[in-house]
């Protein structure tokens, strides 16, 4: 079975600092997707990236991006130029590119503090 | 993008009675709805897997004569708490994939208290 790990129940960041949030998953399969998925306080989960893991590239999306090392099954987040608005939970999560339904196997999530 | 529209998003009921939380695709057809439960500061946690036009899949563990789920469109999923507990007390959260190469899109949120 496929698992999913956030080793950082909570991390905390100057705003304007650049912090990097960890995630390990563990699959026997070679196609399958990553995402990381912001719930803020109103807890409405929010897609901040995604990583197919048949390409190479690591996803960007302006202030966010990834670390993708296939072969360590490690999928980090960085962000940069941290501000008050991405404070949130933050989860980790992987699909299996072959299940029909899209079933999601989540992580237990990283709280990010920013601090002013 | 797409939306999941899921109401109520507070409920507070009396122990015993049902609650029901409704989850709609407002544009695009939802063949798969997920339900998931959070509790305070932890992941979701999946209850169960619905389909349109069949019998839903619970997690082991999950009561399904407690949670009945319902997928009867592809527009509409809806969960019914049953004679509701205050352990029922929790934060349930809708999710709909749309496509294979697209993210799933989730609901609201419903937090429901127990009373």
């Known amino acids: 079975a496929q698992t999913v790990t956030q080793s950082q129940p909570e991390m905390s960041v100057q705003e304007a600092e650049t912090v990097t949030l960890s995630c390990t998953y563990d699959?026997?399969?070679?196609?399958?997707?990553l995402f990381w998925y912001k719930q803020p306080p109103s807890r409405q989960m929010i897609l901040v990236i995604r990583q197919e893991a048949y390409k190479q590239q690591n996803a960007t999306e302006n202030r966010f991006s990834v670390n993708f090392q296939k072969a360590a099954k490690s999928f980090s987040l960085k962000i940069s130029d941290s501000q008050l608005g991405d404070a949130a939970m933050y989860f980790c999560?992987?699909?299996?590119?072959?299940?029909?339904?899209?079933?999601?196997?989540w992580g237990a999530g990283t709280k990010l503090i920013i601090k002013p | 993008g797409a939306v999941v529209s899921q109401h109520p998003s507070r409920v507070i009921c009396k122990s015993g009675t049902s609650v029901k939380i409704e989850c709609r695709s407002l544009?695009?057809?939802?063949?798969?709805m997920f339900w998931y439960r959070q509790f305070p500061k932890q992941s979701l946690m999946l209850m169960a897997t619905s389909n349109e036009g069949s019998k839903a899949t619970y997690e082991q563990g999950v009561e399904k004569d407690k949670f009945l789920i319902n997928h009867a469109s592809l527009t509409l999923s809806t969960l019914t708490v049953t004679s509701a507990h205050p352990e029922d007390s929790s934060f349930y959260i809708c999710?709909?994939?749309?496509?294979?190469?697209?993210?799933?899109?989730f609901g609201q949120g419903t937090r429901l208290t127990v009373v």
């Open positions: 999710s709909a994939p749309t496509g294979v190469n697209t993210e799933a899109f």
């Open positions: 544009d695009f057809q939802a063949t798969t």
């Open positions: 699959t026997s399969e070679s196609d399958y997707y």
């Open positions: 999560a992987y699909r299996r590119a072959m299940d029909s339904n899209y079933q999601l196997i």
